[in-house]
Every structure is written in C-alpha cells, then in structure tokens.
C-alpha cells in the first residue's frame, strides 16, 4: 500500500509564494509519475503539474513559469513551489502517485491553498 501526506497550504496574499510537500510511504518504488492536481469549487479536479521518472516535467498552462515541481528520491518526496500566486490559484491541492508497471494511482488528503487579500 501507498500513503502520500501533504503539507504546506494556506493562506496567502496575491503575489505571494508557497512551497506544497507530499511525503509518499510503503510500497512507492514502483510509482513513476508523481503529480500535484487541484479542485477549485464547483470545478473539475485537475492537472497542476507531474513529473515522470524524477526529471521530464509537464505543466498546465495557466502555472508555467510560476510553479515548479520536483521529486526527492532520498527522502522520497515530491514538492510543488509556487510563486507570484493569484486568487485564481485558489484549490484544495492534492497529491498524486502513479505506477505504470502496475497501472495504479493513489491521492492524498488534499491541502487548501487560498490566495486572497
């Protein structure tokens, strides 16, 4: 079994930055594709950012050049940074693990990120 456990939402000013953390647990060493969605109200869950095999990343549209996301294989946790935040941003933000090998995904909790002044 897979457990991730985010961390790091809040509430912020537009402009302002966050740093999402989703620590995976148990039996991870077959996910390849780590990724961070989000659910506004009302909306759609949907992708933010992946990263696959620790390197090749994809990014939504609307967050290139503003997030980054990375994967720490030592401490095997995968982060999301985010910049110049606008109220748009605002979601629960949820953690996402994938395995191709066995074609399973688990999500965490979700972690709300509000961005409002």
């Known amino acids: 079994q897979v457990q991730l456990l985010e961390s790091g939402g809040g509430l912020v000013q537009p402009g302002g930055s966050l740093r999402l953390i989703c620590v995976a647990s148990?039996?991870?060493?077959?996910?390849?594709?780590m990724g961070w969605y989000r659910q506004a109200p009302g909306k759609e869950r949907e992708l933010v950012a992946k990263?696959?095999?620790?390197?090749?990343?994809v990014y939504e549209d609307s967050v290139k050049g503003r997030f980054t996301i990375s994967w720490d294989s030592a401490v095997k946790t995968v982060y999301l940074q985010m910049n110049s935040l606008k109220p748009e941003d605002t979601a629960v933000y949820f953690c996402?693990?994938?395995?191709?090998?066995?074609?399973?995904?688990?999500w965490g909790q979700g972690t709300q990120v509000t961005v409002s002044s």
């Open positions: 996402n693990g994938f395995s191709s090998l066995y074609k399973r995904e688990y």
């Open positions: 148990g039996s991870i060493s077959s996910l390849n594709i």
């Open positions: 990263i696959t095999g620790g390197e090749i990343t």
